[in-house]
């Protein structure tokens, strides 16, 4: 290894000139890809697309025709809420212009404008009309509509809210990557309106799209801040703005390589990627670092500078492959996660580590080599020009030293407090996360998010999908009885024609090819026998249309009545509400009709009376045309995974103690329920991840020391330090979330760094002196500093996420600030102590 | 009286855009009488297969029974459903009135619930039994509800435009008819937007002459937005029957006049 890299710095150093080359071709070559970045900002992508639970989400949006909205509300003080003439003809305004942009699914938009008022016209007289037509002329007319709302539990508490002051219109559109235009076209609208009403826009694909931009804003701020910061850091420490120059060139070269390559190889920039720049900048520049700290040490005027660097070089080159190695290999095990946007974060991140190391171990030696006699001498003025005045942060390390060295044993009783204090708190962890809190507590989407759930039933949907699995009778076995002479031929033509056709359709042609046949000239025999045929068909149609039955609908009402009863849901719609309404109003209209009719015709007939209004396709959004698949809609006012999971729970309860009728099945769908599949699959896949890279990390250290008890010492302040941050998140009761999961796995690879650097340099000085007490004297000169300045780096390089505006991105800022001050600090406090106690094992 | 002012209205309107010699106001009498007025009464068998933006089909058999009490006026009309077979001896009576402040009085009946429930008039736009047919394409929309003027004349079919008389109650802003020359059917017709959007369609599909009336055995209307549309096949058609009065009557809601049907 050292023969290798020596060479290589030899060649690095006589050729400078073509290091530089290669690097900036490649730089720029790669760098060209840049421009092609695809934003995703998809919450879903958190799964992948062949995710189970993600592909029946997608079926099922299909399947009932549902699409991405985007929420409009109004919030009026007036003393009659919304339910004053101005505003309902500012609802009835902006409707107007909502149908009317392209791109919007006209049919399906909800306002009090779109939708139907079922009631009654007089006594006996049934009544369909738009809900609001015309908006209403005066507050009294006004009134009449909240009059009319309260009746249609399916629209009350969804498009106006039950305290009154409050009316929300739903805009589904077609591709949620219009959901800018169509929001800034809803914004024009709403911004011109007067009556000091409260218009809010919300719903995913807002959110989704704000985010996106949010992104773009972190990764033009955030990540140059970064750079900025490093560089003001490195200026510190060396006070060589020439010097300094070299890190920098590495950082800046291996994040526009590997940003290069992931747009290159055509994967999208999702929130996660989007901090690959912030990760490798701080990441990028600590070998280079050491590099410089121990070259600035060594170089005395009138030395050879080729020299120098081959010595300082070969001396630092296997630390730093194995930090590097180590820091990759946190990212690495990233990839064992089941979610496809981290598993690209940490395939990325972990290769740029490695392009970043070798690409300091080549630049770093050329630009040395070619460094001006000027800036050397410069350099050492600043370093060696005053040895009484230390710098501050060798000062700080020397400080350390002495604590480390002087109360050894309390030391070690704080951090076995610490650690079994830390243990608890873990056991304390709650799981959670929500997409919209990405935001911050201030943002217009929170806002907005906080007002309209606060006034109505909920903005999150998730859907209860039951299904028919029972096979449904085919057309073959139907047609399967020998037929009377003559019709042979028809019945193979016929059971061709049904072939490629679903079980019920089947049914459906065959009944109208038997009926088509009959009408033609048939035989009497023939005639009976296509009539009892047809009869069959008729009542195994009926029979197949499940969501028809009374007695099945009942079941569904029943859970919904435990779901409101739980108070976990907002509210919930379903066909049973559907025809519960519609057969009140074709009764009485008076409350104690609002039941379910007692047989499958009657609900089939109900519903037809139900698609004879204007709107007959918001059937399907409940039932599919088989009446085989049906949905409950949960209106939920809190997005956390928690609730949801709370939810998903009672389900599963109730479905257990209360059967469903033979066949059913349940399964969800809906984002909100998406979030709680990603969520599980990261926690899992996250204890997978840190627990594989701890192993491999142990077996490298093994092999880098070649001693058992070294790899256990390296291991040792990592573990106190993951260990205090998760307790301390459990203990102060802050979520666990994407961010802090995903960090866990990381920071391992990162914080093993500082304890690498301080055992190999430890040992080395004990091999010169063989003598603990003056090694450990020794290791906070030099080497703490290094180490100190390094954790400086990491941790401030990191600072610039906390102005990000987005949250997960504060919480990795703070997250790793505090891991990287707290794993070098640790590594400074504990190693001398546990050393020294345990030396007979340590140095035999 | 109100018939003449509107005919005269009507003419006035067709002069600006050229071809003085075509006599609008009869033109569209002729057509609605050929769509919906053909002898004194008719029945019909009608399957429609309601078929959804997916492909997914629904299928509706009724029967239609009519009685004219005067051309290009009021009409007496009952439909009675066959299939599915859920919905099987629902009934809708209508007594359709053609002056333009005159509502249709609507009835229904529904088996299962043993329920006979008036509907009231209002909108006559809305969809008929889930299909994308409206009640009143169903029921024949009358002339007098839009003011119509000629667009193009072809060797085969006159195109009018038809805009209607009071805005608020449609959702169209205006539509294209097409009236074939020989039949005075219309053949199509296109309906828009006030922004010009075409958004939907009914179209003749097949023509046959059953009785010397030319009838429309297949109609077909399309929602453009979605893609779905609804097929609807007439077989069977009959024309003066000979029906009397009284069959359009209440009583014939819980009592399907049988003899009439078949």
Redesign the interface.
Known sequence: MTRFSAAMVVLCTQKPKTIYLVLLVLTLLIGSQIPRIQIDTDPENMLDASHPARVLHNQTK?QF?MHDAIVVGVVSDHPQGVYNALTLNDVHSLTETIL?IDGVV??DVMALSTV?NIDQ??P???????MM??PPSSDEQALEIRDKVERLPLLYDTLTSQSGKAAAIYVPIVDKNESYRIAETIRASTNGFTHGDNWYITGLPVAEDQFGFEMFVQMGISAPLAGLTIFILLFVFFRNVPLIIAPMVVAMATVIITMGALIGLGFTVHIMSSMIAIFLMPIAVVDSVHILSEFSDRYKPGQNLHDVVNEVIGHLFTPMLYTSVTSSVGFYSLMLTPIPPVQIFGAFVGTGILLAFLITVTFIPAYLARMSDSSLEKLQAVLHGDGDKQSRIARVARGLGTIANRFQSSLLSVFAIVFAISVWGITQIQINDNPVRWFKSDHEIRVADRVLNHHFAGTYDAYIVIKDRSDVPSAQALLSDTPPQGLSDWVVETQQSLQNLSAT?QL?QL??AI?DKL?SDVTEQQSAWLEKTLNTA??A??SA?TF?SPQVLNTIQELQAHLQASGLVGKSNSLADVVKVV?RE??SGQPNDYVL?N????V???L??Y????R??D??HFV???YRSTLIWLQLTSGDNQDMTHVVQLVSDYVEANPLPQGLSVDWAGKAYLNVVWQDNMVAGMLDSLLSAFVIVFIMMVLLFRSVVFGVLAMLPLTITITFIYGLIGIVGKDYDMPIAVLSALTLGLSVDFAIHFLERTRAIYQQTGDLKQTLQAMFGEPATAISRNALVIALGFTPLLFAPLVPYITVGVFLASIMAISALVTLLVLPAVMSKARRWVFR | MKTLVTGALLTLAANFPAVADVNLDELVQQAERAAYYAGEDGRSQARMMIVDGQGRKQMRQFTILRKDVEDNGDQKMLVFFDRPTDVKDTVFRVEKHALLDQDDDRWLYLPALDLVKRISAGDKRTSFVGSHFFYEDVSGRAIAEDSFSLQQETDTQYVLRAEPKKPDTVEFAYYDVSIDKATSLPVLINFYKASGEHYRQVEAVQIETIQGYPTVVRSKVTDLASGGYTLMEFRGAEYDLGLPDDLFSERSLRTPPRQWLN
């Open positions: 299909q025709s009317d006209a049919s139907d016209a007089a006996g007289t049934i009544r369909f009309e738009w037509k015309t359709e459906q009944i109208i009926d009408f008729d009542s149609l009926n249309k028809q057969n074709l009764r009719p047989s499958s015709a009657a089939a007939q109900t037809l009376q698609q004879s209004s204007h007959p396709q059937l399907w599919t045309p088989d």
